[in-house]
Nanobody
Framework: QVQLVGSGGGLVQAGGSLRLSCAVS????????MGWFRQAPGKEREFVASITWSDGSTYYADSVKGRFTISRDNAKNTVYLQMNSLKPEDTAVYYC????????????????????WGQGTQVTVSS
C-alpha cells in the first residue's frame, strides 16, 4: 500500500503564490509517477500536472502551463506543486495521486492512471 498526504493549501490573493506538498509513504518503490489534480465545486476533477520519479519528466495542463511547476525530491519521497500568478479560477481542492504502472502520458492526464490518492487540500484564490 501507498499512503499520500497532501498539504500547503490556503487562502491567497490573485497574483500570489502557494506551494503544495505531497508526502508519499509505504511501498514507495512501486510508484512510477505522481500527479496533481483539482476539483472545483460542481465540476469534475481535472488534471493539473504530472511527473515521473525516474527521470522527472513533466507534463502540464494548458491552463496552468507557465504558472505552475511540479517537482519531486526522491530522497524525501515528496512531490511539490509550486503555483505562481494564481487566479480565482484556480480555486479548488487539490489532490495528489500516485501511479503504480508506467502508463503513457495521455493516461496520466486522467484519474484512471492513478492507484492512490491523497486527502486533498483546499486552495482559495480571492480576487
Amino acid at each position: 500500500q501507498v499512503q499520500l498526504v497532501g498539504s500547503g493549501g490556503g487562502l491567497v490573493q490573485a497574483g500570489g503564490s502557494l506551494r503544495l506538498s505531497c508526502a508519499v509513504s509505504g511501498r514507495t518503490f512501486s510508484t512510477y509517477a505522481m500527479g496533481w489534480f483539482r476539483q472545483a465545486p460542481g465540476k469534475e476533477r481535472e488534471f493539473v500536472a504530472s511527473i515521473t520519479w525516474s527521470d522527472g519528466s513533466t507534463y502540464y495542463a494548458d491552463s496552468v502551463k507557465g504558472r505552475f511547476t511540479i517537482s519531486r525530491d526522491n530522497a524525501k519521497n515528496t512531490v511539490y506543486l509550486q503555483m505562481n500568478s494564481l487566479k480565482p479560477e484556480d480555486t479548488a481542492v487539490y489532490y495528489c495521486g500516485a501511479a503504480d504502472s508506467s502508463y503513457t502520458r495521455v493516461i496520466l492526464t486522467t484519474h484512471l492512471g492513478y492507484d492512490y490518492w491523497g486527502q486533498g487540500t483546499q486552495v482559495t484564490v480571492s480576487s
